[in-house]
């Protein structure tokens, strides 16, 4: 069934990190970088909704998100914009900017 695409999109930054299901993992496993990543999705990140972050540019990680762990955010430049001052701020080395979903 064909939808119309909607326009809107919700904007997120969450942060690498070690996973909270913590069930069997063995630590110094599955740890994130730490590094503040940017993700766009269709739906909103509330409740049930739980998608699976993107890899992380980093260490590839792919970070389930939840509501806890978002930070949402109205303006996609100010997302970009907070995630890299973030990582500065963490120190942490981010490869350049390789088709960072960044609008049009
Ligand atoms: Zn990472």
Redesign the pocket.
């Known amino acids: 069934m064909k939808q119309k695409a909607k326009a809107v999109r919700y904007w997120y930054t969450y942060r ?1 990190a070690p996973s909270s299901e913590t069930r069997g993992r063995r630590p110094g496993h599955d740890l ?2 730490g ?1 503040t990543l940017v993700r766009s999705t269709k739906r909103e990140i509330i409740g049930r909704e739980r998608p699976q972050g993107s890899p ?1 540019i ?2 590839k ?1 792919r970070t389930r998100l939840h509501e806890g762990l978002v930070k949402e955010w109205f303006d996609p430049q100010d997302a970009l914009l907070y995630a890299s001052e973030e990582n500065r701020l963490n120190d942490i080395d981010m490869p350049r900017n390789r088709g960072e979903q960044s609008g049009e």
Request: net charge positive; glycine share 12%.
């Open positions: 690498c994130g970088c590094a992380c980093k260490c990680k």
